[in-house]
């Protein structure tokens, strides 16, 4: 009877305390967000989360995780039945190898997305959270005259001397022969299906040239600080600081654009949850140009460029000049030549 006693009394302490807030987000329930950790979950935490429990009483619960554990349990969730998350981050390419996990999204029947998203920013099974673009940066140093305007003048060793660096991680096997193609002069509206004969035997010109191989955004930028290359393709969250320190310059003419983006698994605990936070995700301006300036990306906001200075625009992918620019893939190519895709690159850069 004692422990009993006890029990209650314990219970209802904790009901005094502690379950009226439990209760309310109970009462809306849950979302379930996957994402990587550190100072995207907290920037996510601080400018989109807080937020959506604050105004419609809906818990979020962040799982920091990186993308192949993501995709992995999710997998497993799927034939188990216990879908793991609601709402998970995904490439493009990711959208379309994993189509038949995802649920499908009523882009125009969402209205903030309608209001508030950018151009073509929501697709059947996604949206785009970051966005940005694989640019071409250069050392002004080298270049105090002239700066590189498309891929053209990346591959043409006599107009621009010294060595290069391409990236050798995330999906070069694509970025590096597409930019290839374009410096072969190929139009952005015939870049797919991808010539690889073609890429490759201008890629063979320059090879010689390429100095490094870049394995992260933070490597980019130390080979060209320490002076051991001249120009290379950078993540456009690492070419934008290197352009603000007076030392470089890049463009976004000819980018391949990059984006991050939110889709819902199908069969998730909280579908209805997880496609509200995706509508709020993209209203407010202000948190997304608060956002975007912590995690060098922009975000799917249309009115966040034009609150940033004019003297900052040619810095944001999302500045419609800018956005224009991008070059987009044809991701359903890509995801059924990926392993071919692959092979070939490691096949050349070994060779």
């Known amino acids: 009877m004692e422990i009993n006693r006890r029990g209650l009394l314990a219970a209802s302490a904790l009901t005094a305390l502690g379950a009226p807030r439990l209760a309310r987000a109970q009462g809306k329930g849950e979302v379930i967000i996957a994402a990587t950790g550190g100072l995207m979950e907290r920037s996510l935490q601080e400018h989109f989360y807080r937020r959506f429990e604050q105004e419609t009483g809906i818990r979020v619960r962040s799982i920091p995780i990186e993308l192949p554990d993501q995709w992995a349990r999710a997998q497993a969730g799927a034939r188990s039945g216990n879908i793991p998350f609601d709402i998970v981050t995904a490439t493009p390419p990711d959208l379309i190898q994993h189509v038949e996990m995802l649920q499908t999204i009523d882009c125009k029947g969402m209205p903030g997305i309608v209001a508030h998203a950018l151009p073509n920013a929501c697709f059947d099974k996604g949206i785009i959270r970051t966005a940005g673009g694989m640019t071409m940066v250069w050392s002004k140093k080298a270049f105090p005259d002239k700066g590189l305007t498309s891929w053209a003048d990346f591959f043409d060793v006599q107009k621009f001397p010294g060595p290069r660096s391409l990236p050798d991680t995330g999906d070069r096997e694509w970025w590096v022969p597409l930019a290839a193609l374009m410096a072969d002069g190929v139009p952005r509206d015939k870049l797919f299906p991808m010539d690889l004969d073609r890429a490759y035997r201008k890629l063979d010109s320059i090879k010689p040239h390429v100095a490094a191989w870049w394995k992260s955004g933070d490597n980019c930028m130390q080979i060209m600080r320490g002076g051991d290359a001249v120009m290379t393709m950078a993540y456009s969250s690492r070419s934008v600081p290197l ?8 463009t976004w003419n000819q980018a391949i654009r990059d984006v991050g983006n939110w889709a819902v698994l199908k069969g998730g605990p909280n579908t209805e949850n997880a496609l509200k936070f995706l509508d709020f995700f993209v209203q407010n301006a202000k948190e997304h140009l608060a956002f975007s300036e912590k995690v060098s990306f922009d975000s799917n906001n249309r009115e966040a460029p034009a609150l940033v200075p004019e003297a900052e625009r040619r810095f944001r992918p ?3 000049e800018n ?14 030549n990926r392993p071919a895709l692959r092979e070939r690159w490691v096949t050349w850069l070994t060779a």
């Open 318 to 320: 999302s500045w419609p």
């Open 243 to 250: 352009a603000k320190s007076g030392e470089f310059d890049f």
């Open 323 to 336: 956005w224009e620019k991008l070059v987009i893939a044809d991701y359903d190519w890509i995801a059924q």
